[in-house]
């Protein structure tokens, strides 16, 4: 009875020690994201102004002269959008064929460790891979370049995202569905993809969010601009690098349009991270449970 009694002691403490390091853990996560967004609000918002979101940076703008930033702005965004959507036109038939066609396979196993490992790589690794072709091929910085190394970066995100969330469905949809005759193929495009759809919609969106603040890989291969882009031939501004040269001033009026340039950068992420939990629950209406 002794015995009984210390066993369930122990359990009870382990237990209870565990509820407290998770405690402790949420505490200090939540605090760190609230000082972060505190630090940037404080200092970058009074800096924010019509001008700054609508207008280039004019001559002595790094001098603490006029301008703005429209042109990190766009350049972010077009980075970004084209890296997604070329990464999503090679991840989303990748998941597909590894649910459908590798499942738990070796070969899918081999796969999948690929992709993580691809996933770990630091950005300026992929930036100095970048460079390195780009220096082979003969071709200068441009929008085309941070596009596609941005699109090699959310690749593997995007398809281990999506992959985790296919192999969530459940297996009675798919054998239901083949019981029915219908092919591989017919399965994970008329079953799968519409089942998982809010998941692969998150993963787009994860992906997205990657590249709009990622700043080293972009550093070697989009370069930096004053201007806006006309042409994919054309280098371009982002908005972690605008950050990262305006912090770099030694003008204070230049530091705190750096901290601005960083609230609207986590402004726009924190809008696609809200507009995609809003999108994953409109489209979990159509799914089945």
């Known amino acids: 009875m002794g015995l009984m009694k210390r066993h369930?002691?122990?359990?009870?403490?382990?237990?209870?020690?565990?509820?407290?390091?998770?405690?402790?853990?949420?505490?200090?996560v939540s605090a760190a994201l609230g000082l972060i967004l505190w630090i940037v609000v404080v200092r970058g918002l009074p800096a924010i102004s019509w001008d700054m979101v609508t207008k280039i940076p004019e001559g002595g703008y790094y001098m603490g002269k006029g301008g703005g930033i429209l042109n990190a702005i766009l350049g972010s965004l077009y980075l970004a959008s084209g890296g997604t959507f070329l990464a999503m036109i090679f991840s989303v038939p990748i998941a597909m064929y590894l649910k459908t066609y590798l499942g738990d396979s070796k070969w899918g196993h081999y796969v999948r460790l690929s992709l993580d490992v691809l996933w770990g790589i630091p950005s300026i690794v992929y930036g100095a891979f970048g460079f390195t072709l780009m220096i082979a091929l003969g071709i200068r910085s441009s929008l085309l370049a941070g596009i596609i190394i941005l699109a090699l970066i959310e690749l593997p995100i995007m398809t281990r995202a999506m992959d985790e969330v296919i192999r969530r469905m459940p297996v009675d949809l798919e054998h239901a569905a083949l019981a029915l005759g219908s092919t591989k193929f017919e399965v994970a495009l008329r079953v799968v993809t519409r089942q998982m759809l809010p998941g692969i919609t998150t993963a787009i969106l994860l992906g997205f969010g990657r590249g709009i603040g990622d700043a080293?890989?972009?550093?070697?291969?989009?370069?930096?601009?004053?201007?806006?882009p006309t042409s994919l031939m054309r280098p371009t501004a982002s908005l972690p690098l605008a950050v990262f040269f305006q912090l770099g001033s030694p003008y204070p009026e230049v530091q705190q349009r750096g901290y601005a340039a960083a609230l609207i950068l986590t402004i726009i992420v924190l809008a696609v991270s809200l507009g995609s939990r809003w999108l994953s629950a409109r489209l979990n209406k159509y799914t089945i449970k």
């Open 8 to 28: 369930w002691q122990r359990r009870h403490f382990v237990e209870a020690f565990m509820i407290s390091m998770m405690r402790v853990s949420l505490f200090i």
């Open 216 to 228: 080293a890989s972009v550093l070697f291969t989009a370069g930096y601009t004053d201007r806006i």
